[in-house]
């Protein structure tokens, strides 16, 4: 299974002794606590900033984040968005690629025949050995190409926006954290008017993102900003995970991993599934 291609290699290069000693910053060996510092302290600004982290990253998140990314486009399963001879994919800040992992997994098991591109944007190019296994995993099925830059000078950079599904995964709460409103007010016009007005019609846009700390309240900022100029469908989906948050749509049936995953305790697997996505679909 492609994922666990990938997961593999991460676990390999992660088995490295003393793997932090020259990283300079203050992982102890073991990077699990690093992202977990990143991801639930909103306080702490560290970022996806050690070779090791992001190999540890991939070996813990990848199954959650491309199992969201699966169930988003199985709920989509008869809609015109995913049944297309062609998907152009734009990830933005796309990491190691958890959305292509599930959209692989959704296309397999509803065996749709897909000729598909995937452009990943993230200007941190620590990703580029994940990256560049990637390339030699889906080389005999998909095109895939990988753009170190900030994702909207590189769509600035374009003559057309030729992509038919776009895909910020986690990046909006960490857009949230990393800004102050006026950051965060200029990442949505540049969202919006920089890419989404610039797709073409039958463009689905799905946000896969934390279901809590305000990153849901963006979504009908963003909507009310694409409206003025689009006519488009939204849908909310969630997962029963977490109880407490109970924002968002239709609840998904499943909140399952849908990989099978590697056994090794140095890893905490994060399941189940539990974001809030936000689909916006342009007609
Ligand atoms: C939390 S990670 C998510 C990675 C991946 N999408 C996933 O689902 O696992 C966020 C990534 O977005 C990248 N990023 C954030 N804003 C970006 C931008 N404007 N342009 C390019 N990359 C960006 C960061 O470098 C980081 O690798
Ligand atoms: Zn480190
Ligand atoms: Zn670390």
Known sequence: MPINQLVNYCL????KARKCEECGLICSNNCNTCLETIHNDFTNLRSY???HMINCYTCSYNYKYASEIFYAFNALVSHPSTRKDTFKILSIGCGA????????HFLTTNSRNV???YTGVDYNDRWSNIHRVIDRIFISYYQ???IYQNAFDYIDGLDTVDFNVMILQYILN???KNNNQDGINNFIDKLVEGVIEKLPSGSLIIFNDINHKCVRDYYPIIARKVKVNNSILEAYLRFTQPTTHTFGGNTLPSDGLVFATHADTRFRVKSPCSSCIYIIYKQ
């Open 49 to 51: 900033d050690c070779p």
């Open 12 to 15: 390999r290069i992660y088995a």
């Open 115 to 117: 000729q598909l591109t």
């Open 97 to 104: 690629c958890a959305d292509l992992f599930g959209i692989h």
């Open 174 to 176: 960490e857009v949230i």
């Open 144 to 146: 895939t190409e990988f």
